[in-house]
Antibody, heavy 121, light 108 residues
């Protein structure tokens, strides 16, 4: 059974940093691209970042480029999102998601449970 | 980045057919995928590619594309289909993904 177990969400001050984690199990982690999607309270889904199966390609939304870094550790089967210079508008539930195929930026067939990041003083 | 335009809300009578649309230039080049999200839950993929359903998605869900408009059709809507539906595709650069703003489906 595919599982994506997220952790790391919390309250952080503006300008602060935070790292989200997404522990994967039930599939060969190194064979699939992974993505972060966020959802501000009461709002729609927003794509944040994607990393290819090998980790060699990364993609970022303009709203987070230069502040967020996506990475993956195949020895730990874990996806990460390092978030720096956080702003109030980064407040959202962050979901990790697994691509359904090896193709970069492919649709996501499994999602984590989400973790809430609140940026506030 | 390209935009994907969805109607904010659509309603359908129980057992009837409803079409949810997603308009954007990028869907001419890149297929749209569709996600269902019930309140307080993570999204679920319901349609991807030309018209593919993941395992476990009922066959009342189908997808199509005409020009710059992708559509999700639910044939014989059920009460449990009441949810928000989001389309998703690559933008015109091909290196970013974009979501539509979502359509709230009410089953009457």
């Amino acid at each position: 059974e595919v599982q994506l177990l997220q952790s790391g969400g919390t309250l952080v001050q503006p300008g602060g940093s935070l790292r989200l984690s997404c522990a994967a199990s039930g599939f060969t982690f190194s064979n699939y691209g992974m993505t972060w999607v966020r959802q501000a309270p009461g709002k729609g889904l927003e794509w944040v970042s994607t990393i290819s199966d090998t980790g060699g390609n990364t993609y970022y939304a303009d709203s987070v480029k230069g502040r967020f870094t996506i990475s993956r550790d195949h020895s730990r089967n874990t996806l990460y999102l390092q978030m720096n210079s956080l702003r109030a508008e980064d407040t959202a539930i962050y979901f990790c998601a697994k691509a359904y195929t090896m193709t970069d930026l492919a649709p996501f067939d499994y999602w984590g449970q989400g973790t809430l990041v609140t940026v506030s003083s | 980045s390209s935009e994907l335009t969805q109607d904010p809300a659509v309603s359908v009578a129980l057992g009837q057919t409803v079409r949810i649309t997603c308009q954007g230039d990028s869907v001419r080049t890149h297929y749209a995928s569709w996600y269902q999200q019930r309140p307080g839950q993570a999204p679920i993929l319901v349609i991807y590619g030309k018209n593919n359903r993941p395992s476990g998605i009922p066959d009342r869900f189908s997808g199509s594309i005409s020009g710059s408009t992708a559509s999700l059709t639910i044939t014989g809507a059920q009460a449990e289909d009441e949810a928000d539906y989001y389309c998703n595709s690559r933008d015109s650069s091909g290196n970013h993904l974009v979501f539509g703003r979502g359509t709230k489906l009410t089953v009457l």
